[in-house]
């Protein structure tokens, strides 16, 4: 079984929106760390957004925080990412990643080694 199955992303124009989902029903969900995470050509790979599944942690990069919003559907063992107010530097290729069980983190940024990777989702954004 496919760990991690990733959906969405495409090409927009600037200020426009798209929504990436992840669908983790191949990893132990529940307790868990759920990451969003992009590479740009050239560059190294970035944490965009982390979100405990166990509730009360969630952590946006200062690049996307107020545009890009994480979330869950736990009855669904489904992680989200909905970007609004795109911008080029968005440009990369994105990863939904999963820790598989984890304490929760002390501060909001979810922390747990991610083991588990996602095949990747291509997102362009022109000017």
């Known amino acids: 079984q496919v760990p991690l199955v990733e959906s969405g992303g495409g090409s927009v124009q600037a200020g426009g929106s798209l929504k990436l989902s992840c669908v983790a029903s191949?990893?132990?969900?529940?307790?868990?760390?759920m990451g969003w995470f992009r590479q740009a050509p050239g560059k190294e790979r970035e944490a965009v957004a982390t979100?405990?599944?166990?509730?009360?942690?969630?952590y946006y990069a200062d690049s996307v925080k107020g545009r890009f919003t994480t979330s869950l559907d736990n009855a669904k063992e489904t992680v989200y990412l909905q970007m609004n107010s795109l911008r080029p530097e968005d440009t990369a290729v994105y990863y939904c990643?999963?820790?598989?069980?984890?304490?929760?983190?002390?501060?909001?940024?979810?922390?747990?080694?991610?083991?588990?990777w996602g095949q990747g989702a291509q997102v362009t954004v022109s000017s």
């Open positions: 979100i405990y599944t166990g509730g009360g942690a969630t």
């Open positions: 990643a999963a820790s598989g069980p984890a304490i929760r983190p002390a501060y909001d940024y979810c922390d747990s080694e991610y083991k588990y």
């Open positions: 191949g990893v132990t969900y529940k307790n868990s760390c």
